[in-house]
Nanobody
Framework: QVQLVESGGKLVQAGGSLRLSCVASGRTFSGYSMGWFRQAPGKEREFVTAITWSGRSTYYADSVKSRFTISRDNDRNTSYLQMNSLKPEDTAVYYC?????????????????WGQGTQVTVSS
């Protein structure tokens, strides 16, 4: 049974930093890309960032570019999301997801497995 478990979300002041983690288990994830999405209250879930299996390619939403950094440790089946210079508009539930291959990484429907999410709240 595939499981993705996010952690690291909490309340932080604007301008602060957080690092989220996503641990995947239940199968071999060789060749799988990992992505992060978020959903703010009253809004649709949106793409944040993604990284390919090799880690050589990363993708970011314009709203987080230069502030967020995605990375992964394949030995631990773990993805990390380093979030710096946080803003109140970053407040959301953050979800990690995985998909085989490298296509369509910005599209949530392309992902096969999802975590339950972790809450990030940025106070002004």
């Amino acid at each position: 049974q595939v499981q993705l478990v996010e952690s690291g979300g909490k309340l932080v002041q604007a301008g602060g930093s957080l690092r989220l983690s996503c641990v995947a288990s239940g199968r071999t994830f060789s060749g799988y890309s990992m992505g992060w999405f978020r959903q703010a209250p009253g809004k649709e879930r949106e793409f944040v960032t993604a990284i390919t299996w090799s880690g050589r390619s990363t993708y970011y939403a314009d709203s987080v570019k230069s502030r967020f950094t995605i990375s992964r440790d394949n030995d631990r089946n773990t993805s990390y999301l380093q979030m710096n210079s946080l803003k109140p508009e970053d407040t959301a539930v953050y979800y990690c997801a995985v998909k085989l291959g490298i296509g369509g990484l910005e599209y949530q429907h392309a992902y096969e497995y999802w975590g339950q999410g972790t809450q990030v709240t940025v106070s002004s």
